[in-house]
């Protein structure tokens, strides 16, 4: 076996741990062999060696008030991390966040000089919506005590989705580089570092303005392509939800100042969150943005980008997602049962008028 070191980052109560966790169990029941490396674990062990107690609850404090120190211990960690890599053939998982937002200040959990001697192969961030990780936050001891808006936690992605594609970058040629939402089976992760030779598809397909019915049968085509691919869903993320339910509302006249109830459908069954109007409203441009940019860079992470869009009017984000595609080279098969425009066939390498055509051809493709 290849050895194939994988760093996993994601922003506190993104459910990383929880996301790994679930992995290792799905390794081992598999009988495959993984490593893994709580980076804390290791900066803990160097700071106890130099007669420093760190843990969870004191570690932020400690940085802002002792950076060299920090720094120090998280670079003796990664060496000691690195070194037991060595020699070892067989799936590696280096865990930590990147970017941390503490006392008004901005800290990173890396550098690009520790990234190097790590030296992965494969960047992971593990991310999910901002309303369920303001939730998992104000449960954690860690970070009960402050009193994130959403639009904090949009930026604490943003800039960690922005720090770990720089980091893979910044290597030539690039290293892969995946966003894997806390909703996406853990078979998506098993995929990317255990069965190498599967492709990677961005399935694309109306999402605003679709009913339930559309919703599941586009739901049902990524779960019967996943045993064929690795599928990147894009609705695995729910910001939009919160979304639309404010504006929905805001639509009918001014919305009340203490908010509203949002219902979200997840894997785990429905969950409702209580919301602030006015921290939604706030934190809408950058979800809107962050949205495309997430969407972009799965397409960039992708071999090919199948299009499933069963209703005749034409979505305006489907149509820039195939845009972007043939921009970025990738081959784009699409199902469509009606009569294209010569702008939706331009962007798409072959178009399918029905479902079982579609399938039966892109299956071919794994």
């Known amino acids: 076996m290849v050895q194939t070191r994988v760093l996993c980052a994601g922003p506190p109560g993104s459910g990383r741990d929880n996301y790994l966790e679930a992995l290792r169990k799905l390794a081992k029941r598999r009988k495959k062999s993984l490593q893994y490396y709580h980076l804390f ?30 720094l120090d211990f998280r670079m003796n960690a990664v060496k000691r991390v690195s070194d037991e890599m060595k020699n070892n053939d067989q799936v590696h998982i280096v865990s930590t966040p990147y970017f941390f937002e503490w006392k008004g200040e901005s800290l990173t959990g890396l550098t690009e000089e520790e990234v190097r001697i790590l030296d992965p192969k494969i960047f992971v961030i593990i991310i999910d919506d901002v309303v369920r990780v303001k939730e998992e936050l104000g449960k954690d001891p860690e970070w009960a005590g402050h009193k994130f808006t959403l639009s904090e936690i949009a930026k604490w992605r943003r800039e960690e989705i922005k720090g770990i594609f720089n980091f893979a970058h910044s290597f030539v040629p690039p290293r892969e580089s995946y966003i894997i939402a806390r909703e996406h089976d853990v078979e998506v992760l098993f995929d990317l570092v255990f069965n190498r030779k599967k492709k990677k598809i961005y399935l694309s397909y ?67 969150f209580s919301c602030n109007s006015s921290e939604v409203e706030y934190a809408i441009k950058d979800i809107r943005r962050q949205i495309v940019d997430r969407d972009y860079r799965l397409i960039d992470s992708s071999d090919y980008v199948f299009v499933y869009h069963p209703r005749e009017s034409i979505s305006a984000g489907v149509m820039c997602e195939m845009m972007h595609a043939k921009i970025e080279g990738k081959m784009v098969y699409a199902m469509y049962p009606f009569e294209p425009s010569p702008f939706f066939e331009h962007y798409a390498n072959r178009i399918f008028k029905n479902r079982k055509e579609f399938l039966e051809f892109v299956k071919g493709l794994s």
């Open 41 to 70: 674990n290791f900066i803990a062990k160097e700071a106890k060696l130099k007669g420093y107690s760190i843990n969870k609850l004191n570690v932020l404090d400690f940085f802002l008030n002792n950076p060299e120190k920090m």
């Open 206 to 272: 109306p999402i605003t303005g679709v009913d339930a019915k559309t919703i599941k049968e586009e739901r049902a085509i990524a779960q019967e392509l996943s045993e064929y691919f690795v599928i990147f869903d894009p609705l695995t993320i729910h910001d939009w939800a919160i979304v639309a339910r404010w504006k929905s509302i805001a639509d009918r006249g001014p919305v009340k100042a203490e908010g509203f109830d949002c219902t979200i459908e997840y894997t785990e069954g429905k969950k409702t």
